[in-house]
């Protein structure tokens, strides 16, 4: 082999490891780039999800509040707490219950007052028969008076079965308020998630407490507009184009 050849062989090998060279380090620095951003999208991802969780329990623990108000109860559980959904969802269902058996105690006691008085409508039609031919006994005038004074006991009788009305109003006057305040929290929680998710798919970058805070205060707008008809229409059409419907 000549000089020449030597020489350009020894050019060649050098130009050889110094390609290699440079491209391994453009490859490690393009793999380390690529995990770097994985990595990135993944613990962004992870986050995003996270808020919304985190928002999704605050709901929950709103609601849960709402139906132990229905319920009348002062204790609130923890909601990261064993919970029985059975137990969550038929609390405010107890109080209607209180109200149908209040309501039905209080029927049967009128029915049977009722009932007892038509005997004795009869045993007065007699009497006053009595009266009419003049020969109405000492017995019939005592018969009657003890009517009367029946009558005076069933008549009270009727109206403290009839008190149950203020107790009744005011349980399902709470269990309404209960069911909107439920009603407004679980729109308003579906709301902001799906304008979040929305709001992430077109500023991927934008940080999480930004987007969230975003998507809550549009939420918040879009229930409490000025018309109540038409805002309802708004928020129907948000949440059927969110997916929500």
Excluded at 222 to 235: A, C, F, H, R
Aim: charged content about 30%; glycine content about 6%; aromatic content about 2%.
């Amino acid at each position: 082999m000549t000089s020449n050849d030597e020489l350009v062989a020894a050019l060649m090998e050098k130009v050889s490891d110094q390609l290699v060279g440079s491209l391994k380090e453009t490859i490690i620095a393009s793999v380390e780039r690529e995990i770097t951003k994985n990595l990135s999208t993944a613990l962004l991802e992870g986050e995003f999800y996270r808020r919304m969780n985190d928002d999704l329990q605050d709901g929950l623990k709103q609601i849960y509040q709402e139906v132990k108000a229905a319920r009348g109860g002062t204790e609130i559980k923890c909601i990261e707490a064993e919970i029985d959904p059975e137990e969550l969802f038929s609390e405010t269902s107890d109080q209607l219950d209180a109200v149908l058996r209040t309501t039905e105690k209080a029927a049967v006691e009128i029915i049977d007052i009722v009932e007892n008085l038509q005997e004795l409508q009869g045993t007065v039609a007699t009497i006053v028969k009595g009266f009419e031919s003049g020969g109405v006994t000492k017995t019939s005038r005592k018969k009657l008076k003890e009517i009367n004074d029946t009558l005076g006991m069933d008549l009270s009788n009727i109206m403290v079965s009839l008190s149950f009305q203020d107790l009744t109003g005011q349980r399902i006057k709470k269990i309404i308020n209960s069911i909107r305040q439920i009603e407004q929290i679980v729109r308003e929680v579906m709301l902001s998630t799906g304008l979040m998710i929305r709001h992430r798919q077109v500023e991927p970058e934008k940080d999480i407490a930004s987007l969230s805070q975003e998507a809550k205060h549009e939420a918040t707008s879009k229930l409490q507009g000025p018309s109540e008809g038409s805002n309802q229409g708004d928020v129907d059409d948000l949440l059927a184009s969110l997916g929500l419907d």
